[in-house]
């Protein structure tokens, strides 16, 4: 296993680098210095997926995840079962309600700093399960069809042929580009140049604010 964490250059030239953090992760941690990075984190994983040179490719957009202890083995063993899986896992928000609605229950970071403090979760990870709800995307549970992925494994021709994520999403945090990826490494599509200005929103295209990109079935 190869761990690459692609960080952005701070504006201001402050380290983007915690002290001792490539110290912290087990294996051979790489860590990646973007200088003038795009708010958006699409040009960065793209740069990360480049670099890894692996067979399987496992990307999480978002660091306010936590991974359960057997993600990396689960998703292993599920790429096994097709020679063109799409693999993820359900998402959870920690507490007792998704944390678009979080704040209606009076639930904030202080309120899931004291939460986590209830449980030995760093020694038993599945420990987390207990005080957590799905996700927005995972409403529908375990075995129902999810809105987008947060920890998605892909064979890297796999991932190559779909073109990774569509830069073309420029937002902070990339909008809908998660959302994105994970329709057409369903549905087998890959970006490509339109007119038309269209961005892919679950199973429809609306128009939006900026970039010319949509979709086409792949080869």
């Avoid at 945090?173 to 038309?196: E, F």
Wanted: proline share 7%.
């Amino acid at each position: 296993m190869r761990s690459l964490l692609d960080r952005a250059g701070n504006r201001d030239g402050t380290p983007s680098q915690p002290p001792g953090l490539a110290d912290s992760f087990g294996g051979q941690p790489t860590i990646v210095r973007i200088d003038d990075a795009s708010p958006s984190p699409a040009a960065a994983a793209n740069q990360g997926v480049r670099l890894t040179g692996g067979d399987l490719v496992g990307l999480t957009v978002d660091g306010a995840r936590l991974a359960s202890p057997g993600l990396l083995a689960g998703a292993i063993r599920a790429n096994g079962v097709s020679t063109r899986a799409v693999v993820t896992a359900p998402a959870w928000h920690l507490g007792s309600a998704p944390h678009m609605k979080a704040a209606e229950a009076g639930y904030d970071q202080t309120a899931e700093g004291q939460l986590l403090d209830t449980v030995a979760w760093r020694d038993d990870g599945y420990q987390l399960f207990a005080m957590s709800c799905f996700a927005g995307s995972s409403w529908r549970g375990i075995f129902g069809p999810m809105g987008e992925s947060s920890s998605l494994f892909l064979a890297s021709s796999i991932w190559h042929e779909l073109g990774g994520l569509d830069e073309a999403f420029d937002l902070p945090g990339g909008g809908l580009v998660n959302h994105d990826l994970y329709h057409r490494a369903w549905l087998g599509w890959r970006p490509r140049a339109s007119p038309s200005g269209a961005e892919l929103d679950g199973s429809r295209l609306r128009p939006r604010r900026t970039g010319t990109r949509a979709c086409r079935p792949g080869p």
